[in-house]
């Protein structure tokens, strides 16, 4: 099951993203949350800590800046780019998906 949130700024996107995420870990889902928002703070919702969301949101840069190579797939974004969040919850912050695979990752 893949869910996009989307909608108005201020709206509640990263709380129900947050909610929702560790709502499906918690049932035993495995859950990989995308944070693509240009102000990203999904760790922080999730229970990571602004310093944890701050090494993140320097990872995404270092990509779009090209001090780091973009993922090859899915799996290689998550290992490199990823952190475990409470509950289980895999977090990723990101600006864009080069040449995702069939699917969509």
Do not use: W, Y
Request: proline fraction near 5%; charged fraction near 20%; charge should be negative.
């Amino acid at each position: 099951m893949k869910i996009a949130v989307v909608g108005k700024g201020g709206s509640g996107k990263t709380t129900t993203s947050a909610v929702l995420a560790r709502t499906f870990a918690r049932q035993g889902r495995a859950t990989l949350a995308l944070d693509c928002d240009t102000n990203p703070n999904l760790g922080i919702s999730l229970g990571l800590g602004e310093e944890v969301t701050e090494s993140l949101i320097a990872l995404r840069d270092a990509v779009d800046t090209g001090e780091q190579e973009h993922a090859s797939s899915a799996d290689d974004l998550v290992r490199r780019f990823g952190v475990e969040a409470p509950d289980g919850v895999h977090l990723a912050v990101v600006s864009a998906i080069q040449n995702p695979e069939p699917g969509c990752p």
